[in-house]
């Protein structure tokens, strides 16, 4: 397996844990569809916008 498919089905299985995490979040219905999109249509960048502001029990937010 190369160097690119490994990081690839990294951000995947990152991605998918992401979603979980935000259909398992208590906000609103909408927000959970922005997010979803966000994390599924930038998948690097949406993961990392997620983890640093995205819905949950995190202690640090923007």
Known sequence: MEFG??????LLIA???AIIKVFQSAVGDGEKV???????????????I?????PGDKAFRL
């Open 34 to 48: 922005l997010w979803i999109l966000l994390i599924a249509l930038l998948p690097l960048i949406g993961l990392i």
């Open 15 to 17: 991605d998918i844990f």
């Open 50 to 54: 997620w983890y640093l502001a995205g």
């Open 5 to 10: 498919g490994l990081f690839g089905l990294l």
